[in-house]
């Protein structure tokens, strides 16, 4: 993908973002996450288990480097969370090498009770081993932000509400008395003999951007703001991954959709709303928007397609890349229903294809590629 590397340089230049030069930490989160950071290591030595929530998109990139030699001390399983925006096909790969590297791991949809109910029990085989010595233990949840950790544990909470009904009346349940710990602590119980608790207040670690990919990867995903980085520039990344990889190729069998026999055309006037796809939107869409929403999303899949396979440069080149980008960014414009002399018309086409990407409309996918595993000798 030198072609991407080279626009990346280009296109995105370090200077332009808010990324520290050198790497490292971000530079542009908030003074209480550090506070956080520290906060997490303290709960981490009162811990006897470690939950570490990562987006599926992203497995490598949604990691804290900074705080994984802590992690790595501790009994610790690596959820793999949003796995149905994941894509399947490569899935496989990545527990495969979470399982070569000795490392617990197992894809979940955190809203999903079934899907978080194998994780709770892998959970507890981890925790067999010390059974015989603590009467009571805790396990922790962290991850970076917008890795689905609050999802997680309300789901936790609701099977800790079904299998300890005395827990149904409370928000979460008091942990203790713990040897050496004089603050309150708050957990859900999910075991019993020995107790098992999960802490009810998940730890946010700060996201450490080793690069300019890593940063915007996590943007894409979601775990940074956009508007530290901003929504074109999250786009025009998007673009550059989706055409250097051919993914728009494989929707060519979309360039002929029909719905219901006959060629639909989207409604020019339907009003519906890109944020109603989002999760925790109460209204659900009928079927007239869903219809509406299938429908604008296989005119942008036959726009990139269309755009790519009639492109004459190559996309490892990075000029040709980006002069295939703006042009990307027309055709989106048109099949997004966007008014031609909108005056913030990128960004609002970037806004309406990042919305698609994250919920999925696109299909699934993976950014973060499988690393090489030398195998022991």
Not at 65 to 93: E, G, T
Not at 203 to 210: R, T
Not at 258 to 268: A, C, M
Not at 350 to 362: E, H, I, M, Y
Request: glycine share 6%; proline share 6%; aromatic share 6%.
């Amino acid at each position: 993908m030198s072609g991407l590397k080279g626009w990346l340089k280009k296109g995105l230049g370090l200077g332009d973002m808010a990324f520290n030069a050198g790497g490292g930490a971000i530079n542009w989160f908030p003074g209480h996450m550090a506070a956080a950071t520290r906060a997490i290591r303290h709960r981490l030595k009162l811990s006897d288990l470690v939950i570490e929530v990562r987006d599926a998109r992203i497995p490598l990139s949604s990691a804290n480097p900074d705080l994984q030699p802590h992690l790595s001390s501790k009994r610790r399983v690596v959820a793999l969370n949003k796995k149905d925006l994941a894509n399947p096909n490569i899935m496989h790969k990545w527990t495969h090498y979470f399982d070569t590297c000795k490392q617990d791991c197992v894809p979940i949809n955190a809203h999903s009770k079934s899907s978080v109910k194998k994780l709770l029990e892998l959970v507890e085989f981890k925790l067999k081993e010390v059974i015989s010595r603590e009467p009571t233990l805790l396990v922790m949840v962290v991850g970076v932000p917008n890795v689905g950790k609050s999802a997680l544990i309300n789901s936790i909470h609701q099977i800790a509400q079904s299998r300890f009904p005395v827990q149904e009346k409370k928000k979460r349940a008091a942990v203790g008395p713990l040897p050496g710990v004089t603050q309150d602590i708050a957990g859900f119980k999910i075991a019993h003999k020995p107790s098992i608790y999960v802490l009810d207040t998940p730890g946010v670690l700060v996201p450490s951007i080793s690069d300019i990919e890593t940063g915007l990867r996590l943007a894409l995903a979601g775990s940074v703001k956009d508007s530290v980085v901003g929504e074109e520039r999250i786009a025009q990344y998007l673009l550059a991954v989706l055409d250097t990889r051919g993914t728009p190729l494989h929707w060519k069998h979309l360039n002929n959709r029909r719905i219901d026999g006959n060629e639909y055309e989207i409604e020019q006037n339907h009003k519906y709303s890109m944020k109603n796809l989002k999760p925790k939107r109460r209204n659900l869409p009928n079927r007239s928007d869903l219809v509406y929403v299938e429908d604008l999303v296989t005119e942008v899949q036959r726009a990139l397609y269309s755009t790519l396979a009639e492109f004459n440069g190559n996309v490892e080149d990075e000029s040709d890349l980006e002069n295939l980008i703006d042009l990307q960014f027309s055709e989106l414009q048109k099949a997004l229903k966007i008014p031609h002399k909108a005056s913030e018309a990128r960004l609002m086409v970037s806004k309406k294809f990042l919305t698609l990407f994250r919920t999925g409309k696109l299909g699934p996918f993976i950014l973060d590629d499988v690393p090489d595993v030398q195998p022991v000798s």
